[in-house]
């Protein structure tokens, strides 16, 4: 499935799913570092996962949602769950998703819940089996609802009408599958806007000016004596 670009400010659905500290060793010593797991979403369809790591918790976080923002993927709803049963898979972890019917809620682990309730799934029902590694699940919980498919292009695929499919009646409206419109952007708006955001940063370190000649060390006046 291909990678899409959505509006920064629609994705207003951001999960730290994990936030660990890690170590590295080199010749002179350990080198001390947080990774993070985030999950961000629109709650209408869209869902990224990205991962992060910094020296600094918040530069970790920072690093983790602009990696997931880069990665979104559109999956396929129906109405408030999903169209199908599917297994997602990422390494030795298997995550089963079901469709519910409306009322039933999100029932889950924490690492599927965050993706889950992050695109947007309001019913459903999973089932966590293999690897218990919650990077894993979370992949694997993504995988699952990238095999989606909507009930119109497998018609389309197989040559024939959505009727004559051996699906619940139910899910044979046509109107269901219609994909959700978030504000999409494209690869030149985004770098435009990068480009102005620099610009007008300059403008301002430039409005502030230079230090003045009396400080001292620091940015700090001299003592008067």
């Given at each position: 499935?291909?990678?899409?670009?959505v509006d920064a400010?629609?994705l207003r659905v951001?999960?730290?799913?994990?936030?660990?500290?890690?170590?590295?060793?080199?010749?002179?010593?350990?080198?001390?570092?947080?990774?993070?797991?985030?999950?961000?979403?629109?709650?209408?369809?869209?869902?990224?996962?990205?991962?992060?790591?910094?020296?600094?918790?918040?530069?970790?976080?920072?690093?983790?949602?602009?990696?997931?923002?880069?990665?979104?993927?559109?999956?396929?709803?129906?109405?408030?769950?999903?169209?199908?049963?599917?297994?997602?898979?990422?390494?030795?972890?298997?995550?089963?998703?079901?469709?519910?019917?409306?009322?039933?809620?999100?029932?889950?682990?924490?690492?599927?819940?965050?993706?889950?309730?992050?695109?947007?799934?309001?019913?459903?029902?999973?089932?966590?089996?293999?690897?218990?590694?919650?990077?894993?699940?979370?992949?694997?919980?993504?995988?699952?609802?990238?095999?989606?498919?909507?009930?119109?292009?497998?018609?389309?695929?197989?040559?024939?009408?959505?009727?004559?499919?051996?699906?619940?009646?139910?899910?044979?409206?046509?109107?269901?599958?219609?994909?959700?419109?978030?504000?999409?952007?494209?690869?030149?708006?985004?770098?435009?806007?990068?480009k102005s955001n620099?610009?007008?940063?300059?403008?301002?370190?430039?409005?502030?000016?230079?230090?003045?000649?009396?400080?001292?060390?620091?940015?700090?006046?001299?003592?008067?004596?």
């Amino acid at each position: 499935m291909a990678k899409i670009q959505v509006d920064a400010e629609l994705l207003r659905v951001e999960k730290v799913v994990q936030l660990k500290p890690v170590s590295k060793t080199v010749k002179g010593g350990r080198k001390r570092r947080f990774a993070s797991l985030i999950v961000v979403g629109d709650a209408n369809g869209h869902v990224g996962v990205g991962m992060g790591k910094s020296a600094s918790v918040p530069d970790s976080i920072r690093k983790g949602s602009q990696s997931a923002a880069k990665n979104l993927v559109e999956v396929a709803l129906v109405n408030t769950t999903i169209p199908h049963t599917v297994i997602g898979r990422a390494g030795s972890a298997r995550v089963l998703i079901k469709p519910a019917s409306p009322g039933t809620g999100v029932i889950a682990g924490p690492a599927a819940r965050a993706v889950l309730e992050a695109v947007g799934i309001t019913d459903v029902l999973t089932k966590t089996m293999g690897s218990d590694n919650t990077i894993n699940n979370v992949f694997a919980t993504l995988d699952g609802l990238r095999r989606m498919q909507k009930a119109t292009d497998v018609a389309k695929r197989r040559g024939i009408g959505i009727e004559q499919l051996a699906i619940p009646a139910k899910l044979k409206d046509a109107s269901l599958y219609e994909p959700r419109q978030p504000n999409y952007i494209t690869e030149d708006e985004s770098q435009i806007d990068e480009k102005s955001n620099r610009q007008s940063q300059r403008s301002e370190g430039n409005r502030r000016g230079p230090r003045s000649a009396q400080a001292g060390r620091g940015g700090r006046a001299p003592r008067q004596r």
